[in-house]
């Protein structure tokens, strides 16, 4: 079965930086597209960003472009998240998802929050 983990959460200031990684199994991660989403307290769940299966292209939410990086690494099944410039509007759980034969599949999420 998908199997999405991420991990790389926590608390951190204003200004600094996070990396968040998921490992993925359980179908073929390389042909598939990754997503990053976002939920905050009291939001809906966004879109952060995605990157193609081959990793030659990504998209990201306005919010967040210019800050976040979304990478993988194919070889080893992981999609990652680089925040730089975190603010505290950033604080949310962040999950790693993808759509499998048409069956959007979710991590368990990993919280990060920003605060002085």
Do not use: H
Request: aromatic share 8%; glycine share 10%.
């Amino acid at each position: 079965q998908v199997q999405l983990v991420e991990s790389g959460g926590g608390l951190v200031q204003p200004g600094g930086s996070l990396r968040l990684s998921c490992a993925a199994s359980g179908f073929s991660f390389s042909s598939s597209v990754m997503d990053w989403f976002r939920q905050a307290p009291g939001k809906e769940r966004e879109l952060a960003a995605r990157i193609t299966s081959s990793g030659d292209s990504a998209d990201y939410a306005d919010s967040v472009k210019g800050r976040f990086t979304i990478s993988r690494d194919n070889a080893k099944n992981t999609v990652y998240l680089q925040m730089n410039s975190l603010k505290p509007e950033d604080t949310a759980v962040y999950y790693c998802s993808a759509r499998v034969r048409l069956v959007r599949s979710w991590g368990q999420g990993t919280q990060v929050t920003v605060s002085s």
